[in-house]
């Protein structure tokens, strides 16, 4: 939602401020220009990245227009899940999970958070540890490792649509001069026409250059920004888990477990003490 607004102060004030100097809009309407910029950036965008970059930017692109779901009442509702699955432990033992973690669609837990139960990701990172503390014969240390390992590597794929969508950024205002250049050239090919002709071709020239200057900074970079922050927000939801469950099996009641992820959240949506308290006796009375 903030980007559409964003787009739209950008359009008013440029645009706005043209017509209110006494430039003509219909001037800056250049079909030719755009198809060179737009085009010369699309091809660009397909020859410099795999298919794998160009299906995980498509992918991520629609995210931007959204507003974060990263929300506290979503931390909130994580950690009293996390919470009622550590107790569980705690009072039947590790067993107990084990028919929750195989199917989180089917469990009575995991179903009273559906927020969660629809992020994919967080769901079966939960699932995935709690799988190993059942059944495996790992310590702290080694899982936290593979915590270490996996949270690297979903870094590192949510960064690819970071620094694709950067590059295209970069390389707008290129193709703008590009386009300017073939205008340029048009216009010394027509110097027989007369100066009010030429005029005309001239302006439609340095509008290539606008254009590729406007569409780079003030639309296209300006989302590889808005992507990576949702990458931040990502990964803080799996750190919170992570350390959630490590401060379990140092062993730590459920209580100060989730004390422990309540602390990596960022401060915009980190529940009070008090507000987490009253959340999880809330979870249950239902």
């Not at 949702?230 to 477990?257: D, F, Q, R, W």
Request: aromatic share 8%.
């Amino acid at each position: 939602m903030l980007v559409s607004v964003g787009y739209l102060v950008i359009i008013i004030s440029v645009f706005g401020g043209f017509a209110l100097a006494g430039g003509h809009l219909a001037s800056l309407w250049q079909p030719v220009e755009l198809l060179m910029i737009g085009g010369g950036a699309i091809g660009a965008f397909v020859v410099g990245n795999s298919n794998k970059a160009l299906k995980a930017t498509l992918k991520a692109l629609p995210a931007v227009f959204k507003s974060s779901k990263y929300t506290k009442a979503m931390y909130m509702d994580l950690m009293t899940l996390l919470y009622e699955i550590l107790g569980k432990i705690r009072k039947e033992g590790l067993m107990s999970i084990e028919a929750d973690v195989e199917a989180p669609e089917n469990s009575s837990i995991f179903s009273k958070y559906p927020t969660i139960l629809a992020d994919h990701h967080v769901t079966e990172f939960i699932t995935d540890y709690l799988r190993l503390m059942v059944g495996g014969n790992l310590n702290s240390l080694e899982i936290e490792s593979l915590m270490d390992s996996e949270l690297e590597t979903h870094h590192q794929e949510g960064e690819v649509p970071v620094h694709v969508i950067s590059k295209l950024g970069d390389g707008l205002p290129a193709f703008g001069i590009v386009a300017a250049v073939m205008g340029v050239v048009h216009t010394m090919e027509s110097v027989h026409l007369p100066p009010s002709e030429l005029g005309i071709l001239i302006a439609a020239a340095l509008v290539g250059t606008f254009l590729g200057i406007l569409l780079a900074y003030g639309f296209v970079s300006p989302l590889a920004g808005k992507l990576e922050h949702n990458l931040h927000e990502s990964s803080k939801m799996l750190e919170c888990i992570k350390i959630t469950l490590l401060a379990n099996l140092n062993g730590y009641s459920p209580v100060l477990a989730i004390e422990f992820g309540r602390k990596v959240l960022f401060t915009t949506e980190r529940p009070s003490f008090l507000e987490m308290e009253e959340h999880v006796k809330q979870s249950k009375n239902k």
